[in-house]
């Protein structure tokens, strides 16, 4: 099968983990033996990065087509080339919610299938104003494709209410199982925490830097590792240097999967008090890998996490993560890390992940037939 996968999320070389889950669900749908070829849909800006117009990521083809996501007449030149290239393929698969724009007054030919992850859905309140203003008129264009599919159902819960009867299914996010799992350290002299992700207010890293002072108090001798970069970085220093904890907190930055790992191996447990999270691919990430975790409870990551390995905590207070820390070592004494990753085990491989996108082609087939 001809698949044309189009997004607006792609790795670019100022941006090389933008859109990273994109390309390997693409591999995954690639590896059942279809023909993908992706479309970015990249704003014209971003043409300056060196980008050029073929391209191959991750062995795959790609074209990028000019779209600003605000210009409308960008948005229309960009729905006349993706619904030309649709007549040369046998379903179209758009990736993130703003690849529907471009589709929003003629949908394409083909049978149609969309995978969303954007948090802008379930977490409203963290868009800007004019987005939040926009936002009841735009999510009706998740009604138009065939079948959506969304990361969790707690993602899933906000498309359906727009869909109605028209089918909306749930296909995880790509998480393989390192093999070997790391053991866990034997050395429980010291409290090795670790949280990976973006240094963004919906993330809280500051309140990880708080917690890390709560469980001082507490007579635990703990550092931090905070892999990852975005525009709090500088408020996370000075709110270590505050609390006089600059030596027990550690900024890596960015790290690619190898690198995390290597982190998450090191680490007795992973904190993330995120405020809003879809899928919450790096806790997931920490759980495969062996290590119990601690984070927010507002998302789809309560899905997965089997409560005698992990906790959410309704609460974004330094005191409630800090108990919620000393409950799930306590609990998890006796558990070899093998034991841990066994609780997800291998329901976010890759295969489990192309089989789920495969039933969506064959709904969205059978639909338009």
């Given at each position: 099968m001809r698949i044309l996968a189009v997004t607006t999320w792609l790795p670019t070389p100022g941006s090389p983990s933008t859109g990273a889950f994109v390309v390997r669900d693409a591999q995954a749908i690639a590896g059942l033996g279809h023909d993908v070829r992706l479309v970015h849909l990249v704003p014209p800006a971003q043409y300056a990065e060196g980008l050029v117009e073929r391209d191959t990521i991750g062995g795959l083809p790609v074209t990028r087509v000019p779209m600003g996501t605000n210009d409308p007449l960008q948005i229309a030149r960009a729905g006349r080339e993706l619904r030309g290239m649709a007549q040369h393929a046998d379903l179209v698969h758009t990736m993130a919610f703003s690849s529907l724009l471009p589709l929003a007054v003629r949908r394409p030919g083909a049978p149609w299938v969309h995978t969303e992850?954007?948090?802008?859905?379930?977490?409203?309140?963290?868009?800007?104003?004019?987005?939040?203003?926009?936002?009841?008129?735009?999510?009706?264009?998740?009604?138009?494709?065939?079948?959506?599919?969304?990361?969790?159902?707690?993602?899933?819960?906000?498309?359906?209410?727009?869909?109605?009867?028209?089918?909306?299914?749930?296909?995880?996010?790509?998480?393989?199982?390192?093999?070997?799992?790391?053991?866990?350290?034997?050395?429980?002299?010291?409290?090795?925490?670790?949280?990976?992700?973006?240094?963004?207010?919906?993330?809280?890293?500051?309140?990880?830097?708080?917690?890390?002072?709560?469980?001082?108090?507490?007579?635990?001798?703990?550092?931090?590792?905070?892999?990852?970069?975005?525009?709090?970085?500088?408020?996370?220093?000075?709110?270590?240097?505050?609390?006089?904890?600059?030596?027990?907190?550690?900024?890596?930055?960015?790290?690619?999967?190898?690198?995390?790992?290597?982190?998450?191996?090191?680490?007795?447990?992973?904190?993330?008090?995120?405020?809003?999270?879809?899928?919450?691919?790096?806790?997931?990430?920490?759980?495969?890998?062996?290590r119990p975790v601690v984070v927010g409870s507002t998302g789809g990551q309560g899905e997965y996490i089997d409560p005698s390995v992990g906790q959410t905590v309704p609460t974004q207070s330094a005191r409630a993560y800090a108990d919620a820390v000393e409950s799930v070592l306590e609990r998890t004494k006796g558990l070899t890390a093998q034991q841990i990753s066994d609780t997800v085990g291998q329901r976010f491989s890759v295969a489990s992940v192309a089989a789920g996108y495969q039933d969506a082609y064959d709904r969205a087939g059978h639909g338009r037939r």
């Open positions: 992850h954007w948090s802008g859905l379930t977490a409203p309140q963290t868009l800007p104003a004019s987005w939040q203003r926009m936002l009841p008129v735009l999510k009706r264009l998740l009604a138009r494709p065939d079948v959506a599919t969304a990361v969790c159902d707690y993602l899933a819960a906000p498309i359906r209410e727009v869909r109605g009867p028209k089918l909306t299914t749930v296909v995880p996010c790509i998480v393989p199982v390192p093999d070997p799992v790391p053991a866990r350290s034997a050395d429980d002299s010291r409290l090795r925490l670790v949280s990976v992700g973006g240094l963004i207010e919906r993330k809280d890293p500051l309140l990880a830097v708080d917690v890390v002072t709560e469980l001082l108090l507490r007579g635990h001798d703990v550092r931090l590792t905070l892999v990852g970069q975005g525009p709090l970085e500088e408020q996370v220093r000075e709110r270590a240097r505050a609390l006089d904890i600059s030596d027990r907190v550690r900024l890596t930055g960015p790290l690619d999967r190898d690198g995390v790992l290597d982190q998450l191996s090191r680490a007795h447990l992973f904190l993330g008090p995120t405020r809003g999270d879809n899928f919450f691919v790096s806790c997931a990430e920490a759980l495969v890998a062996g």
